[in-house]
T-cell receptor, first 118, second 107 residues
Framework: GAVVSQHPSRVICKSGTSVKIECRSL??????MFWYRQFPKQSLMLMAT?????????EQGVEKDKFLINHASLTLSTLTVTSAHPEDSSFYIC??????????????FGPGTRLTVL | EDQVTQSPEALRLQEGESSSLNCSYT??????LFWYRQDPGKGPEFLFT???AGEEKEKERLKATLTKKESFLHITAPKPEDSATYLC????????FGKGTKLTVNP
């Protein structure tokens, strides 16, 4: 099956530093990638939609200057949390859209990145 | 606004006790309905995609069905390793998730 990887899987950083999270589709080209965050015992909250070669579309309430998204290629998207603060601590998950001709779109998720800001 | 509602929020079953999880949705222009399994501290694991009403898909003890208003995830003779949170999501312009059903299967 399709595989999406995320790196790092876990990161601890000091308040005020920036953290970059990578999301890669390993065996397919993703037409679109999405970034989510998930708080304990809650569902996934969409942060932004990332299309290769164009600016990301952010959901209402998500600061685009704080959560920088770069979609460098059809297999790689990065999320940079700038000047991280403790309230940014969360589980960040990416997904990649795989388009199957004649079938439709399916979303595959990465394993997630646990960010802890001290 | 697209909405996805899953029920029940939590479900406890005895091993071998079959049941169903519900996912009700309202969406304009459904491009797909997805079921995922999520274990604590991990990303969602893809289970099924359903594209049109009447479609059914099966995988081991799981069977997903779709109507124009809802989807069911049937679990037949569950085992303790089926314990997880099951997420339903619908795709129109974007992917919208339900809050999930936490399934616990006791041995």
């Amino acid at each position: 099956g399709a595989v999406v990887s995320q790196h790092p899987s876990r990161v601890i950083c000091k308040s005020g530093t920036s953290v970059k999270i990578e999301c890669r589709s390993l065996d397919f080209q993703a037409t679109t990638m999405f970034w989510y965050r998930q708080f304990p015992k809650q569902s996934l909250m969409l942060m932004a939609t990332s299309n290769e070669g164009s600016k990301a579309t952010y959901e209402q309430g998500v600061e685009k200057d704080k959560f920088l998204i770069n979609h460098a290629s059809l297999t790689l998207s990065t999320l940079t949390v700038t000047s991280a603060h403790p309230e940014d601590s969360s589980f960040y998950i990416c997904s990649a859209t795989r388009r199957l001709a004649g079938v439709g779109d399916t979303q595959y998720f990465g394993p997630g990145t646990r960010l802890t800001v001290l | 606004e697209d909405q996805v509602t899953q029920s029940p929020e939590a479900l406890r079953l005895q091993e071998g006790e079959s049941s169903s999880l519900n996912c009700s949705y309202t969406v304009s222009g459904l491009r797909g309905l997805f079921w995922y399994r999520q274990d604590p501290g991990k990303g969602p694991e893809f289970l099924f995609t359903l594209y049109s009403a009447g479609e059914e898909k099966e995988k081991e003890r799981l069977k997903a069905t779709l109507t124009k208003k809802e989807s069911f995830l049937h679990i037949t003779a569950p085992k303790p390793e089926d314990s997880a949170t099951y997420l339903c999501a619908v795709l129109s312009e974007k992917l919208v998730f339900g809050k999930g059903t936490k399934l616990t299967v006791n041995p």
